[in-house]
């Protein structure tokens, strides 16, 4: 299993993404990190679901744009 610290470099987004732009998401719970399976928008300072437009009730510690094996999901 990734440590933390490791899992955080590898979402290596800062600030908020750029407006409509989907992106992967790391979040943290008290089991540790986990990338959601879906990809999300940051709208009007809350994260939510890019498809069904559901916020996103975990705990985001770092975003990403989308790696190329994520593409074609």
């Known amino acids: 299993m990734a440590t933390r610290e490791k899992r955080l470099a590898q979402f290596d987004g800062h600030g908020s993404p750029p407006p409509g732009q989907p992106v ?3 979040c943290e719970d008290h089991s540790g990190t986990y990338k959601l399976p879906f990809a999300c ?4 300072g809350h994260w ?5 437009g559901a916020s996103i009730e975990a705990t985001v510690v770092g975003w990403r744009l989308p790696r190329m094996e994520s593409v074609g999901r």
């Open 24 to 26: 992967e998401v790391l």
């Open 41 to 44: 928008l940051y709208v009007e």
């Open 48 to 52: 939510r679901n890019k498809e069904s």
